[in-house]
């Protein structure tokens, strides 16, 4: 009865493993949607981009939860090429949808910047194993059950 019931269980916690995954992706598009329907004041100095920066790191971070997907475990590369794609597709719809919000506007630039990062952050992810370790730890860490030893459990050489 119980082998038949561990490899059901192990389906299932894979099955929420792949679910749970598909939430750092959706949360961020959320934030990124949210964000571009706000009116955000230019800060810093015209010539300091920070506009462009933060589009590509944004995205990047976006392709990389995209990329890390376990949809075709065997074929990173086609994982890779489908966020860059998909991020490149959402950064020109987020432009879209700037250009009807007031006090935004669609740039060409934003969009390059968001393709740009998806591009590199994915290309990163591939070749750097740092990055990719750094990327792949756990957040929290399991704890280890404690093992209780009383002198009553142990072996009894007496006997």
Same mark, same amino acid.
């Given at each position: 009865?119980?082998? !038949?019931?561990?490899?059901?269980?192990?389906?299932?916690?894979?099955?929420?493993?792949?679910?749970?995954?598909?939430?750092?992706?959706?949360?961020? &598009?959320?934030?990124?949607?949210?964000?571009?329907?706000?009116?955000?004041?230019?800060?810093?100095?015209?010539?300091?981009?920070?506009?462009?920066?933060?589009?590509?790191?944004?995205?990047? /971070? /976006?392709?990389? &939860?995209?990329?890390? /997907?376990?949809?075709?475990?065997?074929?990173?590369?086609?994982?890779?090429?489908?966020?860059?794609?998909?991020?490149?597709? $959402?950064?020109?719809?987020?432009? /879209?949808?700037?250009?009807?919000?007031?006090?935004?506007?669609?740039?060409?630039?934003?969009?390059?910047?968001? &393709?740009?990062?998806?591009?590199?952050?994915?290309?990163? $992810?591939?070749?750097? &194993?740092? $990055?990719?370790?750094?990327?792949?730890?756990?957040?929290?860490?399991?704890?280890?059950?404690?093992?209780?030893?009383?002198?009553?459990?142990?072996?009894?050489? !007496?006997?």
């Amino acid at each position: 009865m119980k082998s !038949a019931r561990r490899p059901r269980l192990a389906a299932v916690r894979s099955g929420l493993r792949q679910r749970r995954a598909w939430l750092w992706p959706v949360l961020l &598009t959320a934030v990124i949607t949210w964000e571009s329907v706000e009116a955000i004041p230019s800060v810093g100095p015209a010539w300091l981009s920070f506009d462009k920066l933060a589009h590509f790191a944004v995205f990047g /971070l /976006l392709a990389t &939860t995209i990329a890390r /997907l376990e949809g075709a475990p065997h074929w990173p590369l086609l994982r890779a090429r489908w966020a860059v794609v998909l991020v490149s597709a $959402y950064g020109f719809g987020d432009e /879209l949808l700037q250009g009807f919000i007031p006090e935004r506007s669609m740039e060409f630039a934003d969009w390059a910047a968001d &393709t740009l990062g998806a591009f590199v952050a994915v290309i990163v $992810y591939l070749r750097w &194993t740092g $990055y990719r370790r750094l990327l792949e730890a756990p957040l929290r860490r399991r704890r280890q059950p404690r093992v209780e030893i009383s002198p009553e459990s142990g072996p009894n050489p !007496a006997e």
